[in-house]
T-cell receptor, first 112, second 112 residues
Framework: AQSVTQLDSQVPVFEEAPVELRCNYS??????LFWYVQYPNQGLQLLLK??????LVKGINGFEAEFNKSQTSFHLRKPSVHISDTAEYFC??????????FGAGTRLTVKP | EAGVAQSPRYKIIEKRQSVAFWCNPI?????LYWYQQILGQGPKLLIQ????????DSQLPKDRFSAERLKGVDSTLKIQPAKLEDSAVYLC??????????FGNGTRLTVT
């Protein structure tokens, strides 16, 4: 089965600084990759997804991620963060469009 | 479109009691998922339905957890009897044909 490792449990960063949240996956088959964001007391909201095609994927709120098959990574980036980006971010992998597995999450804290 | 609806939002019970959660997916979404999210962890799949049939329940603790989706629309998840370690947020998600998933806001269960 596929699995996901998020390499950082917490990432503190100052407002307007760039940020990268790291995600590595393992799977014996082709996968689909996702990043979700979770604000306090809310469900998960899809930020972006990689299904096929271009390896650079742009999502909502200015986030983007790059699929790197050779390094089995799907890191999330934003060039300039805002206070409102403070949340929990989850990387997820799905094989054959089913059985989505989530990482443990990275808590992004943006400081003024 | 209306999102995934879950109720109740919060529930506090004592150990060994029973509890049930309800989920109404987005209209037309054939696939429905129940996830358990323990504090500080990523969501873990409990059960996946395709219409009213079970696709994957390999991680559902069947001695105490049960779920049904009788008419292929809304679903209930039950825990009987509850244990302290069942304290978590229970997330329902739906999708039209696999990924990506659309999540509800979850039910936060506290077992005392």
């Amino acid at each position: 089965a596929q699995s996901v490792t998020q390499l950082d449990s917490q990432v503190p960063v100052f407002e307007e600084a760039p940020v990268e949240l790291r995600c590595n996956y393992s799977s014996s088959v082709s996968v689909y990759l996702f990043w979700y964001v979770q604000y306090p007391n809310q469900g998960l909201q899809l930020l972006l997804k990689y299904l096929s095609g271009s390896t650079l994927v742009k999502g909502i709120n200015g986030f983007e991620a790059e699929f790197n098959k050779s390094q089995t990574s799907f890191h999330l980036r934003k060039p300039s963060v805002h206070i409102s980006d403070t949340a929990e971010y989850f990387c997820a992998v799905s094989a054959n469009n089913n059985d989505m597995r989530f990482g443990a999450g990275t808590r992004l804290t943006v400081k003024p | 479109e209306a999102g995934v609806a879950q109720s109740p939002r919060y529930k506090i019970i004592e150990k060994r009691q029973s509890v049930a959660f309800w989920c109404n997916p987005i209209s037309g979404h054939a696939t429905l998922y129940w996830y358990q999210q323990i504090l500080g962890q990523g969501p873990k799949l409990l059960i996946q339905f395709q219409n009213n049939g079970v696709v994957d329940d390999s991680q559902l603790p069947k001695d105490r957890f049960s779920a049904e989706r009788l008419k292929g629309v809304d679903s209930t998840l039950k825990i009987q009897p509850a244990k302290l370690e069942d304290s978590a947020v229970y997330l329902c998600a739906s999708s039209p044909n696999g990924s990506p998933l659309h999540f509800g806001n979850g039910t936060r269960l506290t077992v005392t």
